[in-house]
């Protein structure tokens, strides 16, 4: 199964951008523009068509932030949202000095920096920033429920075949 790919726009009405060019970077991705696409409350939503830019602590200098989703509500709401996993909205744990608490605390910065311009961005123009999680995913019911005790239920793998020698 493939973790990134393009996504194929079914209310084309409804994208605001180029319908023919969405591209999902993981499945929740995937999941989430299914859900907007089919979802009766959004009039209009767009994937990396909002460009933001933020100062990145760690070199001084700006960059761009490409947000995940912008979603226009039918009630005239607008939001912008950030598809993340948890593990990447608090500071890194674990031992000091490893080039994995290094690169997490990277990352960390880096998602503040970028979520802090976000949100400034957003509240200029009366809109709102959101960071959703797979918690936040499940609770809005595009994710199943994780459910104690019981394994995801995973598709069949296909069988291996040898290529054949040239």
Sequence with gaps: MAYSGKYKVKNIKKYKGDPYNVIYRSMWEKHVFTWLDNNPKVSGWSSEETVIPYVYDVDGKYHRYFVDVKVQYEDKK???IEIK??????PPAGKRRTRQYVAESLTYIKNMNKWEAADKFAKDRGWEFQVWTETTLRELGILPKAQPGKLKQLKPLKPYRKKPKK
């Excluded at 996993?85 to 608090?90: A, D, H, I, L, V």
């Design 78 to 80: 607008t939001v912008l």
């Design 85 to 90: 996993p948890e593990k990447e909205t608090s």
